[in-house]
């Protein structure tokens, strides 16, 4: 389970919290200041517009994939390239010594409905070529649809101080309607006005910088993590078809990881020597 997001955005909150708290001159803490930094109009400005911001912008079919992304963000490494690599490694064994169809049944046992697409492709004595174009425009199709996923928090991002920004406009305004110091009344608004002003574009900011684009960049590394791994299938599972040596395939699939984790590939395969 990956928690990381979760753990960033409370500790975020907590010292945003404890920063407006405490005072550094005392050292003391005034929990009566987060009163200042509660107001409901400013929520509704901000939290409610980026919303129907968000609603207005993008169809119903993205709308009800958002448990879904929360979901994704809390997976652990499903996409583990190394896993992948040593999997294919060992279907091109299979393949070398028994044929093709010998992998059918592997690839029945499967839970990567990818890779299991592209195994039984060569099973099927599917034309290269054509494998190729197929799996390509699957994964092509993948990286469409994830970074319209993505899309949708980064544009959530952007309008979150947008209205900010018309919250502070609309407490502006009410501020200057306001300004007439012959009548008490008016004078003492001045300060709840300007509250509304600046809060507002507090609020934007935090779920713009503390919410949002943390999911987009997190799902974002998740769509990066997929793809290199479907990379990866895409190219064993032609390897395999052409009949390459499965010493020469690793080292050719190998290529794909950073210098990094070819290291500790390296070192796992020493060990397991």
Do not use: W
Request: charged content about 20%; overall charge negative; some cysteine.
């Amino acid at each position: 389970m990956d928690i990381t997001t979760i753990i960033g955005i409370i500790l975020g909150v907590v010292l945003i919290v404890f920063g407006i708290v405490f005072d550094l001159n005392t050292m003391e803490l005034h929990i009566d200041k987060l009163g200042n930094f509660f107001d409901p109009s400013s929520i509704l400005i901000v939290v409610g517009g980026t919303l129907a911001a968000v609603i207005a912008s993008f169809p119903a079919s993205m709308l009800k994939q958002i448990p879904k992304h929360f979901k994704v963000m809390m997976q652990g490494d499903k996409y583990n390239p190394m896993q992948y690599i040593d999997l294919l490694v060992e279907f091109a064994q299979i393949a070398r010594k028994n044929g093709l169809l010998a992998l059918e049944e592997k690839a029945n046992q499967e839970t990567d409905p990818f890779l299991q697409q592209s195994i039984m492709l060569i099973v099927d004595a599917t034309d290269p070529e054509k494998v190729k174009e197929m799996l390509n425009n699957d994964l092509e199709y993948l990286s469409e649809r994830h970074g319209n996923s993505v899309n949708m928090y980064e544009k959530a991002a952007a309008y979150a101080p947008a209205f900010g920004m018309i919250g502070t406009l609309v407490g502006l305004i009410n501020m200057l309607k306001g300004m007439n110091f012959e009548d008490s009344g008016g004078a003492s608004s001045l300060g709840q006005d300007m509250s509304v002003a600046l809060i507002t574009t507090f609020y934007g900011c935090v779920l713009a910088n503390l919410i949002f684009m943390p999911i987009a960049k997190k799902l974002s590394g998740k769509n990066d993590d997929e793809y290199l791994c479907k990379q990866i299938i895409i190219e064993g599972v032609l390897s395999i078809q052409s009949g390459e040596n499965p010493k020469f395939m690793k080292e050719k699939l190998l290529s794909y990881l950073t210098q990094a984790q070819r290291e500790m590939a390296k070192e796992e395969t020493t060990r397991n020597d």
